[in-house]
């Protein structure tokens, strides 16, 4: 059928040909449509439906026989898509109205824990309503949304922290994270605006001596270190860090223990405190307040002391044991310092983590 044309293409109009030149070059409009214009110019052209299978990216030119024979029916509208099979559409435009009426709405946070639509957010939402619809499925919401020519874009948006929806077998359940309060502090930290915050953190082990990289040498001989070849043993890096203005102060060491790692924040912390202005005077209950308020809501709490200096600082840090050390807790506070330690799971809140992974590269 495809060698012998019995149905030739008959000739183009003005307008047709200016319409097909156009959507063959198009980067917008579906790709079966371009690839359509694509054949039935080449046809116009002289070239066999072999020929023009092949220009457009087709096997064989039995396909393009069947569309010259549309195009002479239907001219320019045979090129548009066609319903290809399956189940014809079960909801009609009042429907689609309302679909859409609840996808421009505003989730109600109390009633459908979300603050953005997603698919099946809003097919909950569409089948509870009053005057919904009680059998919408996912798929006859997305038609619908992309007929109207909404996407699906990636957000951010402000949520309730601490608190998530998840399906079990029994239904949906609120799960709430234990360790929400530590790291609401941690966000309220990083947010205020009334004292400095550091972060600290240490990084490695780092090889201390560099490895050779590809290199041309004989197949199957490959490159040998000598018997006495000894590695210089490792590194690691001691970071403290202020995100509001990227200040970063960075020692490397041969270790980390607490007899190396507190020394250096202590020298450190305390030459940061000296370029800070002198703090305000307040009276002991209010000073007393401003320490105890960066532990509300913790379930384990680190006893203040009785005399409380000005807070000057707070340090955020991770939640090891040496950190908790008795002598550098005391330290932290007699000079004015409040240490917020990461929970379980939060320490991507430590946002020294961050700036040594750029160091480190």
Not at 13 to 35: F, G, I, K
Not at 216 to 223: F, M, T
Not at 224 to 239: N, S
Request: with cysteine; glycine share 8%.
């Amino acid at each position: 059928m495809a060698g012998q044309q019995k149905d030739p293409l008959r000739p183009l109009t003005l307008d047709e040909r200016t319409s097909l030149d156009h959507l063959s070059r198009s980067r917008t409009d579906p790709a079966a449509q371009v690839a359509r214009a694509k054949e039935v110019l080449a046809v116009a052209n002289g070239a066999s439906y072999e020929a023009a299978a092949r220009s457009a990216g087709r096997p064989s030119g039995d396909a393009v026989a069947h569309l010259v024979a549309r195009f002479n029916r239907d001219g320019v509208a045979a090129l548009a898509e066609r319903h290809g099979g399956g189940q014809s559409k079960r909801y009609i435009l009042v429907e689609e109205e309302r679909i859409l009426r609840e996808a421009r709405g505003t989730p109600d946070r109390e009633q459908d824990r979300t603050a953005t639509w997603s698919l099946t957010t809003l097919q909950g939402a569409l089948r509870r309503a009053p005057d919904g619809l009680p059998r919408v499925s996912t798929y006859t919401i997305w038609c619908v949304l992309h007929d109207a020519g909404f996407t699906w874009d990636k957000d951010r948006s402000w949520c309730e922290s601490g608190t998530v929806v998840r399906k079990r077998k029994s239904g949906t359940v609120v799960v709430h994270d234990p360790d929400a309060t530590p790291k609401n502090l941690i966000e309220a930290a990083y947010t205020q605006d009334l004292l400095p915050v550091w972060t600290e953190d240490e990084a490695g082990p780092y090889g201390t001596l560099p490895y050779p990289g590809s290199h041309w040498h004989s197949a199957g001989q490959p490159v040998h270190y000598p018997h006495e070849y000894v590695r210089e043993g490792t590194a690691k890096q001691l970071t403290l860090f202020h995100p509001a203005s990227g200040a970063i102060r960075v020692k490397g060491v041969r270790s980390a223990r607490n007899a190396v790692l507190h020394p250096w924040l202590e020298a450190e912390l305390a030459a940061i405190l000296a370029t800070l202005p002198e703090p305000e005077v307040l009276d002991p209950e209010e000073n007393r307040r401003r320490w105890t308020c960066w532990q509300e809501g913790l379930t384990i709490r680190i006893t203040l002391p009785q005399d409380l200096p000005p807070l000057r600082m707070l340090l955020v840090w991770d939640n090891l044991t040496g950190h908790y050390t008795v002598d550098v807790v005391l330290w932290l506070f007699d000079h004015g310092i409040m240490p917020l330690f990461t929970p379980f799971g939060g320490s991507y809140l430590n946002m020294a983590e961050s700036i040594q992974r750029i160091l480190k590269r």
